[in-house]
């Protein structure tokens, strides 16, 4: 029987795995777990600080598999921010928690989309 290759398991874009209700329900926290376990990296999109609390867990999966993480900036206009992303992060807490991955050595970095109206 062949093995089966890995690879990576994308988490984000249509809906933020670090939306508000994980910090409650940690589903996001719990299915990073099984990564290494089954041999899997990870590829994440989100607009949340919370990631950071995930740090550990992705160290862990970093060992061995790919980690890419991706922060998604929407504005420097912290006023504007407020009115379109009301329980998002700020962004000033976003590149905080850039910092903190890439010191953690997760690779991390910005998505940032420009929407022409």
Excluded at 21 to 49: C, D, Q, V, W
Excluded at 58 to 65: G, P, Q, R, S
Excluded at 84 to 106: C, P, V, Y
Aim: with cysteine; net charge positive.
């Amino acid at each position: 029987m062949r093995k089966r290759k890995k690879g990576i398991c994308a988490i984000g874009g249509m809906s933020d795995p670090y939306n508000p209700l994980e910090k409650k329900l940690e589903l996001t926290r719990n299915a990073l777990k099984l990564f290494p376990k089954y041999g899997y990296g990870t590829s994440i999109i989100t607009k949340s600080n919370l990631i950071v609390r995930d740090i550990e867990l992705l160290k862990a999966i970093n060992k061995h598999y790919s980690v890419l993480v991706n922060i998604t900036i929407t504005t420097a206009d912290l006023k504007l921010q407020k009115i379109i992303e009301l329980l998002s992060s700020t962004t000033i807490e976003r590149f905080e928690a850039l910092k903190l991955l890439n010191e953690a050595g997760i690779k991390a970095g910005i998505t940032f989309m420009l929407t022409l109206i």
